[in-house]
């Protein structure tokens, strides 16, 4: 199977979809005449022309109201944001009209889009273009949330959102474009709402999404030089989220550690162990252990950066806390 790049799998994903349905579209920043900020759209005014790729001012609220407009109207929006903290300017229209419309209009208006681009952090860009608002849109009724970690689960998800009825919320990694996989050459969807066990294991469930999955794997193939075999779940989307697949993973590993870049409070992790608790009570030996990112900005400094994301190292640390209990 051929070997392509995290931006390649996306690229693929929205091409092939804007080949398919002419009503399909890419509106944002820099996404036409630059290819893209992060070269995700390479190539594809070439192809499509200015009315389908379309270079949009610096007014994410604005392109975010177009695009819930033309999705009323029965076109499909790709929205990109240069990175999802500037989504914040445009949040009232995700929140309040996307995702409440169907609710708001007694059903007459879906609004099928995507609002896609990166998540989190990317190295030294400092605390305002560091966040983790995937907790954030999933705690909202009407959207989808949807964050791959690899360019087959990407090319797969991003089709599957963007012949979705509802609003999804497409959220990459700026430190994932240039991650390689396997991609097959004919189409494939991957349905949402469907988590993936991507590696299997007997002793502990180690539970991530999005580029956090490189954390749990990483630590999954440290674990297993000491003989432990962790099963590792991959969310793919955290709303909705595949409790099912989390819950019977528990009851035979009896223990589980949930890895999230965001901040604790009110996190996809908290939610997973709490359902957990209610769920898979009887089978714990061990309590639920959490690891997230500091609850701090994220800082500029790199060694900052180091000690407030999740790492291998406490990773290895939570798994040892939920083995090793008396």
Known sequence: ????????????????????????????EEVAEYNGAYKVSQGMLDEFGPDRVIDTPIAELGFAGLGVGAAMNGLRPMIEFMTFNFSL??????????????????????????????????????????????????NTPGLKVVVPSNPYDAKGLLKASVRDDDPVIFMESELMYSDKGEVPEGEYLLPIGVAD???????????SFGKMMKVALEAAEELA?????????????????????????????????????????????SEITYHLQRNAFDYLDAPVIRVNSMDIPLSYAPTYIDATIPNVKRTLDAVKQVMYKK
Not at 4 to 27: C, G, H, P, T, Y
Not at 225 to 230: D, S, T, Y
Not at 240 to 260: F, G, L, M, Q, W
């Open 1 to 28: 199977m051929r070997v392509i790049q995290f931006r390649e799998a996306l690229r693929e994903a929205m091409s092939e979809e804007m080949r398919r349905d002419k009503n399909v579209f890419l509106m944002g």
């Open 197 to 207: 066990i991507k590696r299997k294991g007997k002793h502990v469930t180690i539970v």
């Open 225 to 269: 030089k000491e003989g432990v075999e962790a099963e590792v779940i991959d969310l793919r989307t955290v709303r909705p989220i595949d409790y099912a697949t989390v819950v019977e993973s528990v009851k035979k590993t009896n223990r589980c550690v949930v890895v999230e870049e965001a901040n604790p409070i009110a996190a996809i992790s």
């Open 89 to 138: 300017v445009a949040i009232d229209q995700i929140i309040n009209s996307a995702a409440k419309m169907l609710a708001m209009s007694g059903g007459a208006y879906n609004v099928p889009i995507v609002f896609r681009g990166p998540t989190g952090n990317a190295g030294q860009l400092g605390a305002t273009h560091s966040s983790n608002f995937e907790n954030w849109f999933a």
